[in-house]
């Protein structure tokens, strides 16, 4: 059930809306398509240059700009024999901000808590170490 201003509570989601939004993520899922929108955050692009820039066929990108596309992510305009592509609402970008947020956040935990693991293991180590033996000792 979307509302007048385009906001959509999550909760208030019917099975059919809830499997709109997971396709919307399974679209997003692939890391090429993650990069290609990044590319695109400078402005439009074609599918030689973006081929050229991520070292991929063309076949490659324009399989996955289609998809981008069908699914609304991107915009395409014929320009003579070229397609270019823009991203079609740049608020996909705050989604993928917030994303990567996230995900920098629990990276950052998780480094913490091996450093502290390693600290202890160290210290475990150190306290476990038999004291040397004198040289009048046998």
């Known amino acids: 059930d979307s509302f007048a201003d385009g906001s959509c509570p999550m ?9 709109y939004v997971a396709n919307y993520f399974q679209v997003l899922s692939e890391p090429m398509r993650l ?6 955050r400078a402005g439009e692009r074609n599918v030689g240059e973006l081929s050229a820039q991520f070292g991929c066929s063309t ?7 289609g998809l981008l596309a069908k699914s609304g992510f991107v915009e395409r305009q014929t320009r003579g024999n070229c397609v270019y592509y823009r991203i079609a ?10 994303v990567c947020g996230q995900v920098g956040r629990r990276l950052a935990a ?11 293991q160290a ?4 306290s476990a170490k038999p004291a040397p033996r004198s040289k009048n000792e046998k």
């Open 11 to 19: 909760e208030t989601l019917d099975d059919t809306s809830i499997a």
């Open 110 to 120: 998780q480094v913490e808590t091996a450093s502290q693991l390693v600290g202890l």
């Open 123 to 126: 210290q475990r180590s150190a």
């Open 89 to 98: 609402d740049p608020a996909i970008f705050d989604l993928c901000e917030l």
């Open 35 to 40: 990069k290609l929108i990044n590319a695109l």
């Open 59 to 65: 076949a490659n990108v324009s399989k996955h700009l």
